[in-house]
């Protein structure tokens, strides 16, 4: 079956841009995760939503880092005012929905900004 | 402190060998201890799922917990250059959707 799709699977952009990362979960799965990967630094919990609603937040780096989600399914992450800093490759995941059920990856985008 | 260390090799072993993976972690609120295999330009997959302490096998690969030492380990046995990947420890606590994760081991396995 189909797994978790994200597109871009790249983008470059230049300092200073708005950008807009799509995750495609597993039809059914509730709930969905965004993580950032940096070099070195290891996964980065940076929002969860469960159905549409995201009840944790915590890990988004700045205000300029915003989320959706829609129709309980796909899910953008937008990233304003992009920084260098913010290169990384941006990862999803989605689960069935419970605490300990599986989260499923997707490949990431890999977001570079000059 | 981060909440996971995890050393992130690289860790080079010939094939056939034993090779042990750990994560050391602060939080003594953490119960469930995973392990994920990523191969370079995909996404994490799940290896291994532990619940509390004690040990886990699944084929070729064993999962200990350690919670009194706040200490996890992937043991990895007769090694395959298929195993060459970075190895992600991550955990989190019984409530809350917040997961944890090492910063990954790097392992190649030489045929």
């Known amino acids: 079956g189909a797994g978790v799709s994200q597109s871009p699977s790249n983008k470059v952009t230049e300092k200073g841009k708005d950008v807009e990362l799509r995750c495609d979960p597993i039809s059914g799965h509730t709930a969905l995760y965004w993580y950032r990967q940096s070099l070195g630094q290891g996964l980065e919990f940076l929002i969860y939503?469960?159905?549409?609603?995201?009840?944790?937040k915590s890990g988004l780096p700045s205000d300029r880092f915003s989320a959706e989600r829609t129709g309980g399914s796909v899910s953008t992450l937008t990233i304003q005012r992009t920084q260098q800093e913010d290169s990384a490759v941006y990862l999803c995941?989605?689960?069935?929905?419970?605490?300990?059920?599986?989260?499923?990856f997707g490949p990431g985008t890999r977001l570079t900004v000059l | 402190q981060k909440e996971v260390e995890q050393d992130p090799g690289p860790l080079s072993v010939p094939e056939g060998a034993i090779v042990s993976l750990n994560c050391t972690y602060s939080?003594?609120?953490?119960?469930?201890f995973m392990w994920y295999r990523q191969y370079s330009r995909k996404g994490p997959e799940l290896l291994m799922y532990t619940y509390s302490s004690g040990n886990k096998e699944d084929g070729r690969f064993t999962a200990q917990v350690d919670k009194s030492s706040k200490y996890i380990s992937l043991f990895i046995r007769d090694s395959q250059p298929s195993d060459s990947a970075t190895y992600l420890c991550a955990m989190s606590q019984p409530t809350g959707n917040q997961f944890y994760f090492g910063t990954g081991t790097s392992l190649t396995v030489i045929p």
């Open positions: 995941a989605s689960s069935l929905g419970g605490h300990t059920d599986t989260q499923y």
């Open positions: 939503f469960q159905g549409n609603s995201a009840p944790d």
């Open positions: 939080n003594s609120a953490f119960q469930y």
